[in-house]
């Protein structure tokens, strides 16, 4: 856990144009609670990319979930705070800790442990293990955590044999609605 990255981040959230029209006139973020949500409950962003935001809410019509009627993509300006940084060997070690205690509770209460779907499209397990990190730091009295931040590779090669894929991404869950200090309207020069 740490405050060493720079304290602003702009995100990117995809959605529908009426949910972006309302947070634009004053309205807050809802957070996304799901038990398959990659980085434990939070408002979710896309860092520095908005066309991935705006892609995100194209996959949601295509397959049928959530409510979105006329994508869009609208950003925001995000103060990490306290962030569980999983590209850090701190946040690394703290969320192998939360694993092992979500081990030991699910042996103990002899029930089984989440799993993430083959494709990692849901990921239970990931999101069981932040969930227990987040109460272990309750638990103990420490501080909680405001932003979670971690790296996905995802997609397809992008020319054979390549280590880069299509889909990579940075994405950013916001636990503490504090952290959003804006919100603004993607200009379409940032969409590719």
């Known amino acids: 856990m740490h405050r060493l990255a720079s304290a602003f981040i702009l995100g990117y959230h995809g959605c529908d144009k009426s949910v972006a029209e309302r947070v634009l006139a004053g309205e807050y973020f809802r957070a996304s609670e799901n038990d398959y949500d990659w980085l434990g409950p939070g408002i979710y962003f896309w860092e520095a990319n908005p066309q991935r935001g705006l892609d995100f809410a194209n996959e949601l019509i295509r397959v049928g979930r959530g409510n979105i009627k006329d994508p869009t993509v609208i950003g925001a300006v995000i ?22 205690q979500l081990m030991l509770l699910s042996t103990t209460n002899e029930t089984p442990m989440p799993k993430n779907s083959p494709n990692l499209l849901r990921r239970n397990l990931d999101c069981a ?15 909680p955590i405001d932003t979670v931040r971690g790296v996905f590779i995802e997609g397809d090669p992008i020319f054979p044999d390549s280590g880069f894929r299509e889909k990579t991404h940075i994405q950013i869950a916001v636990c503490n609605p504090e952290c959003i200090k804006g919100a603004f309207r993607v200009p379409p020069r940032d969409l590719v």
Do not use: F, M, N, Y
């Open 129 to 143: 293990v932040l969930r227990v990190l987040h109460e272990i730091r309750k638990e103990s009295g420490e501080p």
């Open 79 to 100: 103060e990490l705070g306290l962030c569980l940084d999983l590209t850090t060997a701190a946040g690394i070690q703290q969320v192998w800790a939360a694993h092992e």
